[in-house]
């Protein structure tokens, strides 16, 4: 039996939409929410953080430390963070 090439390349294209839906159908995707970040102002430089965690109010570029402009992009919202309560009798024997 001989296969066109065409033929084989349509069985190939179909068996890997078949494997990358069935990943997408395990792992949803997470919803993306309108979030405030810092980006570096120098174009060459990709760096950017979350808002909530910058250390100042104008923040430096984590990366090349030039300056940054606040901006938002769509990102998948952060589970806040409990706070830890110091323990009691704070004596190490």
């Not at 993306?32 to 430089?45: E, G, I, M, N, Y």
């Not at 992009?73 to 009691?88: E, N, Q």
Request: charged share 35%.
């Amino acid at each position: 039996m001989h296969i066109r090439p065409s033929d084989e390349t349509q069985t190939q294209g179909e068996q890997g939409n078949a494997v990358q839906e069935s990943k997408e159908a395990v792992q949803p995707k997470p919803e993306l929410k309108h979030t405030v970040v810092w980006r570096c102002k120098d174009s060459a430089c990709k760096a950017w953080v979350r808002e909530e965690f910058a250390e100042s109010e104008y923040p430096p570029c984590p990366l090349c430390k030039g300056p940054t402009i606040r901006t938002f992009k769509f990102l998948p919202d952060m589970p806040k963070k409990k706070t830890r309560k110091p323990k009691a009798g704070g004596s190490k024997k």
